[in-house]
């Protein structure tokens, strides 16, 4: 098992040379600066302690409220320098482990890290993959809630949500090419088309901006009928050029598909939300995303019919994060 | 459809201020040939017929044989185009026009026609075409590849509910541009289009019918196997009959059948090149010139994803 410490402090690792000297343990020192990088990345079997020395209480915070969300993590905390006053609440934050400035100067048993693993046990890797493929599995955080009706979702709380990114490509060039009520008449006709593809799976436009935006599905939801009518949106690409829109260009978008939680807030008024999932999708969609594609990542489509996965290839990986592509139509 | 009193009213005050008896006669015959007002109102030939008495009538019996959309058409045309070589400027149109929208048509701005609204009603003849008359049509023909094994192989029950869901998704893209389905066979079927931009409309439905069906075949179909299903579109005269056996010995459809058999693979579109030409570019683009020497002139959009 991999035990990763986050130090800047090279001495910490002197903590665990009895663990490794003890199978099936191994420890590697990273940088801090390497943490947040990495927790997106630790989808193996992977126990991690953090050195707070250099961390103020309220950046610890900060930091737990991160780990917290991805429940699949354990952790420990190192802190030599006894920051933190109140212990238990790190605890309530997720952590498995503490060491104080006694146990920072000591080396560790193997018989208290076991203990420690016990205290919250690591999901291998074969029943996380398991469990993916199970309707009601957990992806990300299974203590929010999943809302199956916009009716159970309240402004102001956080939830899980199927998400999606869409925007029309070369959007600079369509700007050139029409004037500018002609540019508003598309603008308006393509955002009544993605609405009306996505009413039937509840799907409701939350950020929308001239030429695209962002668009949350309740996750209580079936993904399988959301996955179809992004590839129905696609499919129709001319259908939609030639019968929803009075301009005559062709239009060509690009759909990412990405699972995560945000605080729900109505839309106009989502000024203000910081969510790591929204900013996710949203990098997603402008850097990663090809135009006149659509990328759905790895979580959401294994929970997909193996016939609907069938219509996807490997795209690569965007912040650790594995997308597929949905194959097209020879002539598209 | 019952014409209301008072729209049948406004039509007779309409041609009793606008045209002569004369003109009233020469009108209604394009509608109904040999008519003979005299007969109808029970006037003796040689008594002129008072022009209140002659709209009245003719108003009445346009009315009875159904053809009162056919008539307004008429009168549009004399407005707008003229009338043996004479504009007719038409007392009370607007009002007219305006109450036969309410009765449930729309005017159908390419065949200059009024027909039946298809939100409220869906007839085989758009509550217009009339039996034997000549009509430029577009028709859609569909069959599904392998049905004589696929009825072997499955419970009629479960052959029923796949070809139903494909039935389903054929009509909705169908009826939603305005077509009809005409016929449909155990294992195919036929629909047509003859108004507002009808080649197109056959290659919009058939191009939807081909992607939902892809999407139907991954998630809802309830064979262990996709539907396969070829389409053919084309276009040409038709004399149009209630009868739907007339059907087989048309030209159009002899062609139409010839393309989907012989030209059409399985999951794939096959177009004429009279439909192909006509139309949106953007649409046309999506096709396929196919290489036979014998039929140049046929187009085909496989849906193969890769």
Not at chain 1, 111 to 132: C, E, G, H, Y
Request: with cysteine; aromatic share 10%; net charge positive.
């Amino acid at each position: 098992m991999d035990i990763i410490v986050f130090s800047d402090n090279k001495n910490i690792k002197k903590i665990f040379t009895k663990i490794e000297k003890s199978n099936p343990y191994k420890a590697r020192l990273l940088p801090l600066s390497e943490l947040k990088k990495s927790i997106r990345s630790l989808t193996q079997q992977t126990f991690f302690y953090i050195d707070i020395s250099t961390y103020t209480e309220k950046e610890l915070f900060g930091l737990l409220n991160l780990l917290s969300k991805a429940d699949t993590l354990s952790f420990g905390i190192i802190d030599p320098k006894e920051t933190v006053k109140d212990k238990a609440l790190l605890f309530f934050k997720g952590a498995s482990d503490y060491l104080g400035r006694e146990q920072s100067k000591e080396e560790m048993l193997p018989s208290r890290l076991k203990n420690v693993l016990a205290f919250k046990p690591i999901t291998k890797v074969s029943d996380r993959q398991q469990t993916r493929h199970t309707e009601n599995a957990p992806i990300g955080s299974s203590k929010l809630p999943r809302a199956k009706n916009w009716d159970n979702i309240q402004s102001g709380s956080e939830y899980l949500f199927y998400m999606m990114f869409i925007e029309l490509d070369g959007y600079h060039d369509i700007q050139q090419r029409v004037g500018e009520k002609a540019i508003e008449s598309l603008l308006s006709s393509f955002q009544r088309v993605v609405e009306n593809y996505l009413a039937h799976e509840k799907g409701r436009l939350w950020i929308w901006n001239d030429f695209g935006g962002i668009i949350l599905f309740p996750a209580g939801n079936n993904i399988q009928g959301i996955i179809a009518a992004c590839m129905r949106l696609m499919l129709s690409r001319r259908l939609i050029s030639i019968e929803q829109c009075a301009q005559k260009v062709l239009l060509s978008y690009r759909i990412v598909l990405h699972m995560g939680s945000t605080i729900y807030h109505e839309r106009g008024k989502t000024g203000r939300i910081i969510s790591d999932a929204v900013n996710s999708l949203s990098h997603m969609g402008s850097k990663f995303a090809r135009p006149g594609n659509f990328y759905v990542t790895d979580d959401l489509l294994s929970k997909a019919p193996d016939a609907l996965q069938e219509c996807f290839t490997k795209a690569g990986e965007f912040q650790d994060i594995k997308l597929f592509r949905m194959k097209l139509p020879a002539r598209y | 459809m019952t014409i209301k009193t008072h729209l049948k009213n406004t039509t007779v005050k309409a041609l009793c201020e606008s045209m002569t008896v004369r003109t009233m006669i020469q009108l209604v015959r394009e509608c109904i040939q040999d008519y003979n007002l005299h007969e109808q109102t029970g006037f003796p030939q040689s008594i002129s017929i008072p022009s209140a008495d002659a709209a009245k009538q003719i108003v009445e019996d346009i009315c009875k044989l159904k053809l009162f959309p056919q008539f307004v058409q008429l009168l549009i045309q004399a407005q707008n185009i003229g009338f043996k070589g004479r504009k007719y400027p038409i007392a009370y149109l607007s009002y007219i026009i305006h109450g036969i929208q309410t009765h449930g048509y729309v005017f159908d701005s390419e065949n200059h026609m009024f027909i039946e609204d298809s939100n409220l009603c869906k007839s085989l003849n758009w509550g217009v075409l009339r039996e034997g008359v000549e009509y430029n049509m577009t028709f859609l023909r569909f069959d599904i590849a392998g049905n004589s094994r696929l009825v072997r192989s499955y419970p009629e029950k479960t052959i029923k509910k796949a070809y139903q869901g494909l039935f389903a998704i054929l009509s909705a893209a169908v009826e939603k541009r305005n077509g009809r389905v005409w016929n449909l066979q155990g294992d195919g079927g036929l629909t047509a289009f003859c108004f507002f931009r009808k080649d197109q409309s056959a290659v919009l439905s058939a191009v939807e019918s081909l992607h939902e069906l892809f999407l139907y075949n991954k998630l809802a179909c309830p064979l262990n196997e996709p539907l396969k299903v070829r389409f053919a579109v084309h276009s040409g005269v038709y004399f149009f009959s209630n009868n739907m056996e007339a059907l087989k010995k048309n030209e159009t459809i002899k062609e139409l059948t010839e393309i989907e058999t012989r030209y059409t693979k399985p999951d794939s579109i096959t177009i004429s090149n009279k439909v192909y030409i006509s139309i949106d570019k953007r649409m046309a683009d999506l096709f396929q010139s196919l290489k036979q020497q014998s039929h140049n002139t046929l187009f085909n959009y496989e849906l193969c994803l890769e």
